[in-house]
């Protein structure tokens, strides 16, 4: 047992010396993880349908369809490129090239985490941050969903990470990446607020900090213009500004007193802190619930402004959590970019620890098997059902040539959206075979149960709709 540990420390020192070949170990056992829990032959669902239109219209098109009221077409935009070069008749392949992209980007980002960490620890230590990151189970289930985490998660950290490197040619990158991230998903536009007050910490000595502060805020703007102007042109908003000041404008309506959500803006912010604490707290487990708290008081010794700006971008990403649980939105996709960040603080009480012990090759071989035992106890507690889910969209499949009304059948109802849809595929979603309506249940009499039924299909099937 000695000798096979010995033989194991000894790998360990050669590998943390060939950085890339760890890295490559760790991202090619992290796809194989995903790939293990891969949700093959099953559509999408719910959101990920949404940018899977838009992505096949853009297509079809030629430029952005305008029937789509989301203002997250960063990634639909990015995944359009993809399905431009597919070429088949199956909608299901284009599907799962999106599950696939996802996949891919959540993978990737792995390397820009390892040289984050790095800038706040050795390399043995920065690859154990990786690997929190990279077994990560939260992030392993939502990388699966095709949707806009994975890309958003991506260049928030590269933007980070060129900012803190004190280059200004890459802090210019930076910022031009975090316009991006606003494209993808609009509350990105908040990671302004980060970029602005760290570059101001990291450059307050320099007598030229202001004329690159606008140099790099122009960058910005410049980025986000043409995106903007099109979404203008298509859509009648630029779906990023109206988003922000609409949250506003609702969170100042709740404070009047004039939402029914909350009567006053004391209770609405209470429960979105309690809220904010329960679904952290969730993400956070199964270690990052220990580690990184401990983390955070152990960093305060730093004092030095990367620390800083860590718990800032996780108090500023944090802001669009709280306002989503504020109004009982219960998703904790919203706390996922923190993740990266989570990796950083836990890495302070890890070195601590390892300071504190003698075996610390020993210490850090009986990690990762923690670490990677944890997340793989989680997915299996936590996976899908695949055969009851392709059950349930083979049922939603002959539920569409049946009827085209039916009551909502949560969850199992999520495959109405794309049950319909032809064997004329690639088309746009109105030439497809029209969709399934579902009808909620709050109804009451029977009566109001017909009327909505008869003005449905009068509007559904009516000669201006043929």
């Known amino acids: 047992m000695y000798s096979i540990i010995s033989n194991i420390e000894t790998r360990l020192e050669f590998m943390s010396k060939k950085i890339i070949i760890p890295l490559f170990i760790i991202c090619s056992i992290s796809l194989l993880l995903r790939i293990f829990y891969f949700p093959s032959d099953i559509p999408l669902t719910l959101d990920a349908v949404g940018y899977f239109w838009y992505a096949v219209e853009t297509n079809i098109l030629g430029h952005f369809p305008s029937e789509y009221p989301f203002p997250n077409t960063g990634w639909p935009m990015f995944l359009s490129l993809f399905f431009g070069i597919i070429n088949s008749n199956n909608f299901m392949d284009y599907m799962m090239v999106q599950r696939v992209l996802t996949i891919g980007i959540s993978v990737v980002t792995i390397i820009p985490v390892y040289f984050l960490c790095k800038k706040f620890f050795k390399k043995s230590i920065a690859l154990i941050g990786t690997i929190l990151f990279a077994f990560e189970p939260h992030l392993i289930q939502h990388s699966m969903l095709g949707i806009t ?15 803190i490197s004190k280059n200004d040619k890459l802090i210019y990158v930076s910022f031009g990446i975090a316009a991006l991230s606003a494209i993808v998903r609009y509350e990105g536009m908040l990671y302004l607020i980060v970029l602005s007050i760290m570059f101001f910490i990291l450059f307050k000595k320099e007598r030229k900090s202001i004329p690159k502060f606008l140099i790099a805020i122009t960058i910005y703007i410049l980025v986000l213009i043409p995106i903007l102007y099109l979404r203008i042109q298509t859509t009648g908003d630029d779906g990023l500004t109206s988003h922000v000041l609409g949250g506003a404008i609702a969170t100042t309506v709740i404070a009047s007193g004039q939402s029914d959500i909350s009567p006053n803006l004391t209770q609405f912010l209470s429960n979105g802190f309690q809220n ?72 302070f009480t890890i070195n601590f620890v390892l ?33 009851h889910e392709r059950e349930a969209a083979a049922i939603a499949q002959e539920v569409a040539k049946l009827t085209k009304v039916t009551n909502v059948y949560l969850p199992e109802s999520k495959y109405l959206k794309t049950a319909s849809i032809g064997n004329n595929f690639p088309v746009t979603r109105s030439n497809s075979i029209p969709e399934t309506i579902t009808l909620n249940t709050n109804y009451l009499s029977m009566i109001d149960f017909i009327n909505e039924v008869n003005s449905i299909l009068s509007h559904s099937f009516s000669p201006s709709t043929l």
């Open 149 to 163: 985490d994975t890309l958003y998660i991506f260049l928030i950290i590269i933007s980070f990470l060129l900012l």
């Open 355 to 387: 300071n504190k012990t003698n075996r610390n090759k020993l210490f850090i071989i009986l990690l990762i098997i923690i670490i990677v035992l944890s997340s793989i106890i989680f997915l299996e507690l936590k996976k899908v059902d695949l055969d």
């Open 276 to 347: 904010l604490i329960m679904y952290t707290g969730w993400v956070m487990i199964p270690y990052f619930v220990i580690l990184a708290p401990i983390g955070v008081i152990l960093g305060l010794k730093r004092k030095n402004p990367q620390y800083f700006g860590i718990i800032l971008s996780i108090i500023v990403l944090a802001i669009p959590a709280l306002y989503a649980y504020s109004r009982d939105i219960q998703e904790t996709r919203y706390l996922l970019v923190l993740m990266p960040f989570f990796s950083i603080l836990s890495l």
